[in-house]
């Protein structure tokens, strides 16, 4: 290169030009991420002066390259540059990012310009910053106005009275643009430029704004003025709420649009924390039962979601009352719902109500529903139910639960579908904690013993992880009375896949029993498997051996006089793969 030989202080810059006209993409992307190398090389006043107008006048690559530029010129590159008192000279090129078509590009390049405002002095603020907000709202191209409406709570604050006024004109008039999408950024930014200006403006201009937003044409910008709606009343006084912000969310909850339904369904403990609860009582309750009733499933799912985070929230003096009159009877209603997902949403979250509405009330009325639910056709229902089965314990007791649901349980565990058998089984050691020993022992241990002979390899497999668990839970003593009898008798079965299950299960063991039980108990049946009819057996007793030693289970004497023997003894089987095995043993304990 004739300039690498001409002028060594222009290489940089050169080999930059260089590597982003190579067709190579991912060789552009290694050299925007060198940006800071080069930077450094050519110190902060030829990075102000060459390298980012150099920069800027490239913004034409693919969005890959751009999205890396954006990246790079934040905050962290400020440094760079000569720190605060030079931030502006980073904004040109970050301001042609903003205008770009792609939308991940602007997005990233408006992050860097919000993490490069609060870096501002004052005077930079008014003079550099707030012109670029403004090119961007008023430019020609939607995809600038866009951008601009996520850097107006960042310069608002820190600007003059007038200029503030101006930029309240500015989000206006971009809140009535003719695109949609710009109406759509305008108001996803809405709630946070709200929090940005003060209280009488807010209830001016912004309330103006979110009734605006709210009744847009399109429900893309409707349902993104439901956000807002959080944001705006979180931040009323709670005397303004009722005139100011209820009108509107009354409207919302009534969409003709599932879409904008839905949205309120998804925000509405954050509605019911905004608006306090005297409104929550009087209307959002009213509200709530609407949307459990809603006749589309995702509007159904997204209220049966905060089915107990909403009840939780309610009055305390009232909370009963409500949930028993208004909420129950739509409960009951979904628990046979048609819709899967609205089925299983629901049963994710119902147990967690047997806390709220107490001992009595449980039994009598959900209870049933949840008995109705471990019977539901769909598997994800059923163990959404057993995942929260510990909410009920702690209502009604082990008794009164051991009682009910367990029968339903047991009844899944032996399902026909082997799907539904593998997930039950995840779920024992969550029914173990909560039934005790004791009662674990005489309702569900037999099954999970059952398990280990199951027709399908997967429920072997996680059968013995589950008995792992169990040990870990209820100690070596408890494995050395209860599970390793009929375990290791496994290993005096006729079918060579079940004394293979008791090498498997023997593996885990090891790692949870006590050194004392291993020996006594487990090492013994390993041993006498080493002369089992069947290769596949014996070369897995090589690697057992391996495992036990490995988990530091097999002591020097027994090494030595037992263990190595028998790995000798196989190393000259007639199969070759158990001669693989025990040699590769014999290695590893060497």
């Avoid at 530029?69 to 502006?88: D, N, R, Y």
């Avoid at 078509?101 to 501002?120: F, W």
């Avoid at 039994?363 to 089965?389: G, M, T, Y």
Wanted: hydrophobic residues 45%.
């Amino acid at each position: 290169m004739a300039t690498q030989d001409g002028d060594d202080s222009l290489y940089p810059i050169a080999v930059l030009i260089d590597e982003l006209r190579n067709d190579d993409l991912q060789l552009r992307l290694n050299s925007i991420k060198k940006l800071s190398t080069i930077a450094l090389a050519l110190g902060e006043e030829r990075t102000r002066s060459e390298l980012i107008p150099f920069l800027t006048d490239t913004v034409d690559d693919e969005d890959e390259v751009l999205w890396a530029l954006a990246e790079q010129l934040s905050i962290t590159f400020l440094p760079l540059v000569g720190g605060k008192a030079f931030v502006h000279v980073l904004l040109p090129p970050l301001e042609s990012l903003a205008n770009v078509e792609e939308t991940v590009v602007r997005d990233k390049a408006v992050e860097s310009l919000r993490s490069l405002a609060a870096e501002h002095l004052p005077t930079d603020m008014e003079h550099h910053f707030l012109p670029l907000v403004k090119r961007l709202a008023t430019g020609d191209w939607f995809t600038s106005r866009t951008s601009a409406c996520g850097l107006f709570s960042v310069c608002y604050p820190r600007v003059s009275e007038p200029l503030k006024g101006e930029l309240i004109q500015l989000f206006h008039s971009l809140c009535h643009d003719d695109t949609p999408m710009v109406r759509r950024a305008a108001a996803g930014k809405l709630g946070e430029f709200a929090k940005a200006v003060e209280l009488e403006k807010m209830r001016t201009e912004m309330v103006s704004l979110y009734t605006t937003l709210a009744d847009d044409e399109q429900d893309s910008v409707r349902l993104l003025a439901v956000e807002a709606c959080v944001a705006v009343a979180g931040l009323l006084p709670r005397a303004d709420i009722e005139p100011l912000a209820m009108p509107t969310l009354r409207q919302a909850i009534q969409d003709k649009s599932w879409r904008v339904r839905y949205m309120v369904a998804d925000k509405f403990t954050e509605l019911q924390n905004a608006v306090g609860p005297e409104i929550t009582k009087n209307e959002l309750v009213k509200a709530f039962r609407d949307l459990l009733r809603d006749q589309e499933a995702e509007v159904k799912t997204a209220a049966a979601l905060k089915l107990k985070e909403f009840s939780d929230g309610l009055p305390k003096d009232t909370r009963e009352t409500l949930i028993m009159t208004m909420i129950i009877p739509c409960v009951k209603d979904l628990v046979t719902d048609p819709n899967t997902h609205v089925k299983s949403a629901l049963a994710s979250k119902i147990m967690g109500l047997s806390p709220i509405l107490g001992k009595d009330n449980t039994i009598e009325h959900l209870l049933p529903l949840f008995l109705l639910q471990l019977k539901d056709e769909c598997p994800e229902v059923r163990l959404n139910i057993i995942s929260n089965l510990d909410c009920v314990n702690q209502v009604i007791g082990i008794n009164q639960l051991s009682q009910t649901l367990l029968p339903a349980i047991v009844e899944l565990a032996e399902d026909n579908k082997w799907r539904v058998r593998l997930a039950i089984i995840e779920y024992m050691p969550l029914l173990a904690s909560q039934l005790g020993m004791e009662l674990f022992n005489e309702r569900l241990n037999s099954l999970c013993m059952s398990w280990l002979m199951d027709s399908v390899y997967a429920v072997r497999e996680a059968a013995i992880v589950n008995l792992k668990k169990l040990v870990e839970k209820f100690g070596s003593d408890w494995a050395q009375t209860t599970i390793l009898p009929p375990v290791l008798g496994l290993a005096q079965d006729h079918n060579y896949l079940h004394r293979l299950t008791t090498l498997f299960t023997i593996n885990l063991l090891g790692e949870v029993c006590s050194k004392d039980v291993v020996h006594k108990n487990l090492l013994p049946i390993v041993f006498n498997l080493a002369e089992d009819q069947v290769a596949n057996v014996r070369f897995n007793v090589c690697k057992t051996l391996v495992k036990l030693f490995g988990a530091a289970q097999i002591d020097g004497e027994t090494l030595n006089t037992k263990v190595k023997p028998i790995l000798e003894k196989l190393n000259q089987d007639s199969d070759y793969d158990v001669q693989y095995f025990a040699e590769e043993a014999l290695s590893s304990l060497a």
